[in-house]
């Protein structure tokens, strides 16, 4: 496996050491996804983007995935990974012909800050005609890295990054197949491909690296494969509470909304992790003048994604960044620090406050 993985860049294994009773669940927690995404009544008031979000939440905290994070974690530490750190499930979710997740064409992974780091991939259904990754072999290296880099910064109107890569890596399809998992360098190109079947496809990614993210919570591999996951409380309706979040944002005076989402969190504090994280979804996909009121949103909520964090201090948005410490709790004012003293190179990455789930 490790040589796999230095040589290829990735490496394909079966999850056979999963339970039938995990896959069982894997199956009916898709069935849900996939009825929720087909007929959810409010569709009319909520897009695609905004479903899409609430649902991939509901999976990421599902009691489900996270049987599948510690199966997996047991199986990464044969592997070599007791020590590294894990992250929860990430939900990809690509409806048919959906051309929002192939935006970002060829990309890495790669998180400043995390040392060796590595993308674990499987999906929650098969097909046995799609396929939803193009892996570059052999593209991890530290030339082929920066060769990317300095390509990227090149106006695409010239060339083709895709077709040059072609020149140089084989490319390697990922099939969509049941208990499939491929792990792969964070430094590894690769890219998602359209989804040209009617089928809704669903895949788990979670990051695993040396040192921990600065973003989202972590934990050890070792303690996930030893200790029972956190079993989540059951939630309602958590479409409601997003469009009412929406209508918050469209309507209310633009003082008075981070108030207002403050008290609606206070209403509902069993729905304040999942409507958070899907806040910081939605913020990747709507102009920032909306956005921003997302990501407050979402860290107002609860703070799972420091992403949104590095968003509002990128457009600097002072009225938003004062206030919104009013509603923060305070035990997760260091994380908020660590980040903006990252982004200034202050901080030394042997410093970070490590975010636990």
């Given at each position: 496996m490790i040589q796999s993985?230095?040589?290829?860049?990735?490496?394909?294994?079966?999850?056979?050491?999963i339970s039938s009773e995990t896959l069982n669940k894997l199956d009916k927690i898709y069935k849900i996804s996939v009825n929720h995404l087909v007929n959810y009544s409010?569709?009319?008031?909520?897009?695609?983007?905004?479903?899409?979000?609430?649902?991939?939440?509901?999976?990421?905290?599902?009691?489900?995935?996270n049987l599948l994070l510690r199966e997996l974690s047991s199986k990464l530490m044969d592997f070599g990974f007791a020590d590294f750190f894990i992250t929860q499930p990430y939900?990809?979710?690509?409806?048919?012909?959906?051309?929002?997740?192939?935006?970002?064409?060829?990309?890495?992974?790669?998180?400043?800050?995390?040392?060796?780091?590595?993308?674990?991939?499987?999906?929650?259904n098969q097909s046995r005609s799609d396929h939803p990754l193009e892996l570059f072999c052999e593209s991890h290296s530290y030339f082929?890295?920066?060769?990317?880099?300095?390509?990227n910064k090149l106006p695409k109107r010239f060339f083709s990054i895709d077709k040059i890569l072609k020149l140089f890596f084989r490319k390697y399809d990922v099939s969509i197949r049941k208990k499939n998992v491929y792990i792969w360098s964070s430094k590894l190109l690769h890219k998602s491909l359209i989804n040209k079947t009617n089928k809704i496809r669903i895949n788990l990614v979670f990051r695993v690296s040396k040192n921990p993210f600065i973003y989202e919570p972590v934990k050890k591999i070792n303690q996930v494969a030893m200790f029972n996951n956190k079993k989540f409380p059951k939630v309602g309706n958590i479409y409601r509470l997003l469009l009412q979040i929406k209508k918050i944002i469209?309507?209310?005076?633009?003082?008075?909304?981070?108030?207002?989402?403050?008290?609606?969190?206070?209403?509902?504090p069993h729905h304040k992790k999942y409507l958070s994280f899907a806040c910081s979804l939605i913020a990747q996909r709507i102009p920032n003048e909306i956005s921003k009121y997302y990501d407050a949103a979402s860290l107002i909520l609860f703070?799972?994604?420091?992403?949104?964090?590095?968003?509002?201090?990128?457009?600097?948005?002072?009225?938003?960044?004062?206030?919104?410490?009013?509603?923060?709790p305070n035990d997760r004012f260091q994380s908020f620090k660590q980040v903006k003293m990252i982004e200034n190179n202050y901080f030394s990455a042997t410093k970070l406050k490590t975010l636990t789930f």
């Open positions: 993985l230095k040589k290829n860049g990735f490496y394909k294994f079966k999850y056979d050491f409010d569709r009319k008031q909520l897009n695609d983007e905004e479903v899409k979000s609430i649902v991939r939440s509901e999976i990421r905290y599902s009691h489900e995935a939900v990809i979710i690509h409806l048919p012909n959906d051309k929002v997740e192939i935006i970002g064409g060829v990309h890495n992974d790669v998180v400043k800050f995390s040392s060796d780091c590595y993308t674990v991939w499987t999906p929650l082929s890295y920066y060769i990317f880099k300095i390509l469209s309507n209310a005076p633009k003082k008075e909304i981070l108030q207002k989402i403050h008290e609606l969190g206070c209403s509902y703070i799972d994604n420091l992403v949104s964090y590095e968003r509002l201090i990128n457009l600097n948005d002072k009225n938003i960044l004062n206030n919104l410490f009013l509603f923060i």
